[in-house]
């Protein structure tokens, strides 16, 4: 499995980010998708996950109703549009794959994913 993530960058405070991660190499549509971050001197958190049916999202609390996870299967592709940013969202994105047996399960440990991104940056100023 190869995951590419791209889509990260500079923005002030109340800005926007689209982030996307492009899976080859496996069947994209067996897989659940998730994203997370981590900031400098802190640890890996979760941010989002979508279920390899796409019907189901789950989002950590601190980016809720202001972070959209998608996933577009003709491209193989995960997106994460990142709106309202605050400075504390500067961190490195990474995305991540699981293989999922069932259309609705969903992952929200990184223990559970086999297959990382490379990561992309995001800083957002005040």
């Known amino acids: 499995v190869q995951l590419q993530a791209c889509g990260g960058g500079s923005v002030q405070a109340g800005g926007s980010l689209k982030l996307s991660c492009t899976v080859s190499?496996?069947?994209?549509?067996?897989?659940?998708m998730g994203w997370f971050r981590q900031a400098p001197g802190k640890e890996r958190e979760f941010v989002a996950v979508?279920?390899?049916?796409?019907?189901?999202?789950v989002y950590a609390d601190s980016v809720k109703g202001r972070f959209t996870i998608t996933r577009h299967s003709a491209w193989n592709t995960v997106y994460l549009q990142l709106d309202m940013l605050k400075p504390e969202d500067t961190a490195v994105y990474s995305c991540?794959?699981?293989?999922?047996?069932?259309?609705?399960?969903?992952?929200?440990?990184?223990?559970?994913?086999?297959?990382w991104g490379q990561g992309t940056q995001v800083t957002v100023s005040s």
């Open positions: 991540a794959a699981k293989m999922s047996y069932r259309p609705h399960d969903y992952y929200t440990s990184e223990r559970a994913y086999t297959s």
């Open positions: 190499g496996v069947r994209f549509s067996n897989y659940a």
């Open positions: 979508i279920s390899r049916s796409g019907d189901f999202t």
